[in-house]
C-alpha cells in the first residue's frame, strides 16, 4: 500500500492507493501552517501499513539530491512554508522510502501513465489557477537540471489592451501574474467564475496561454499537451488558445489537430494525486 500527499496553496489531499491509481481512501485537509496541517496528515497515514509514500507539492521545493536542502519548500510566497522540510518531517513519522517532487510534475506522470497522455513517452501537463505550473515529461523521464521547471514565469507579451500591471510578486507581469487567477480576479473585480459570459477576459487568458504553449512546443515538442487547474474549467478558453495558437505559430511546425493535441486532464482533478502515488512506487523502486 502507497501514501500520496497532493500539497498545494490551499489545501493538501492525502490519499493511499497503489500504482494502479486505485484509491483506497483520501481526505482533503486545509493548507494553513506546518505545525497544524502536517500533524493532519501523520495522523491520516498512521492509521495504514505503509510501504512508501509520495509527494508532489507547491514550490518551488529542492529537488536536488546532493542538496544540503534537499526536500525543502524553498522560496514559496507562502511564509509560514518557506524553507519547510517536507521530506524530512515525513522521514521522522515512518520509516518508508519517498518520493518527492512538484505537484505538476506528479500530474504530469499520472496523465502519461493512467491519463491523456498514457501510451506516450513525452507530454506537458500545465495547471492554470492559484498559481500557474508545468511539468514535463520527455522520453519517459520527468524533465529536471538544476531544479524543477517554472514555466509558470515566462515573460509573455503584453496584450494590446491590456494595462493590469500583473499579480506575481517576484516578476509582476510573467505568465502568472497576468493568466492566473487572481490576476483575473484583480484585473476585472470578479472571481472567474462570475466572468463566464464576458469574452473579452477569456480571450484575454488565451492571448497569453497561447504564447506560453508556443514557447513550449518550440522547446520540448512535447507530443500532448494538458491543461488543468481551476481556469481551465472555464471550457470557453480552450477554442482561445486554439485561435491566438494558430495565428502565432503561423504553420512554422506542423502539429495534429489542436483540440486533440491540447486537452483536459484524463484523471480529472486526481491527476495530482495519483501521480503522487505513482511517485512513492517510483521511490519503493529505487530502495
Request: charged share 20%.
Amino acid at each position: 500500500m502507497l501514501g500520496a500527499i497532493e500539497a498545494g496553496g490551499t489545501k493538501f489531499v492525502c490519499a493511499v492507493g497503489d500504482e494502479s491509481g486505485q484509491i483506497i481512501e483520501q481526505i482533503k485537509i486545509p493548507t494553513t501552517v506546518p505545525e497544524e496541517t502536517m500533524a493532519k496528515v501523520i495522523r491520516f497515514f498512521k492509521q495504514y501499513d505503509l510501504e512508501a509514500i509520495g509527494i508532489g507539492s507547491f514550490g518551488p521545493i529542492d529537488v536536488n539530491l546532493e542538496s544540503s536542502t534537499y526536500g525543502s519548500i524553498t522560496s514559496t510566497p507562502k511564509i509560514a512554508w518557506r524553507d519547510f522540510p517536507f521530506v524530512q518531517t515525513i522521514k521522522d513519522a515512518f520509516s518508508v522510502p519517498i518520493g518527492f517532487n512538484t505537484d505538476v510534475n506528479a500530474a504530469a506522470l499520472g496523465e502519461v501513465t493512467h491519463g491523456a497522455a498514457k501510451g506516450l513517452d513525452s507530454c506537458l501537463y500545465i495547471t492554470v489557477g492559484t498559481g500557474i505550473g508545468a511539468g514535463a515529461i520527455v522520453q519517459g523521464q520527468l524533465l529536471q537540471g538544476l531544479s524543477h521547471p517554472e514555466m509558470g514565469h515566462i515573460i509573455v507579451r503584453r496584450h494590446p489592451h491590456d494595462q493590469y500591471e500583473g499579480k506575481c510578486p517576484y516578476h509582476h507581469d510573467c505568465l502568472e501574474g497576468l493568466a492566473a487567477g487572481p490576476a483575473i480576479e484583480e484585473r476585472w473585480g470578479e472571481k472567474g467564475f462570475n466572468l463566464k459570459g464576458r469574452d473579452e477576459v477569456w480571450d484575454m487568458v488565451g492571448y497569453y496561454i497561447a504564447q506560453a504553449l508556443m514557447q513550449y512546443i518550440l522547446i520540448l515538442s512535447p507530443k500532448k499537451i494538458i491543461l488543468g487547474g481551476g481556469v481551465m474549467n472555464q471550457k470557453q478558453v480552450f477554442p482561445c488558445i486554439y485561435k491566438h495558437l494558430k495565428q502565432l505559430l503561423n504553420g512554422y511546425v506542423s502539429l495534429p489537430e489542436l483540440s486533440d493535441y491540447i486537452v483536459s486532464p484524463g484523471l480529472g482533478e486526481r491527476a495530482g494525486i495519483i501521480g503522487s502515488l505513482l511517485l512513492g512506487h517510483q521511490a519503493l523502486q529505487q530502495k
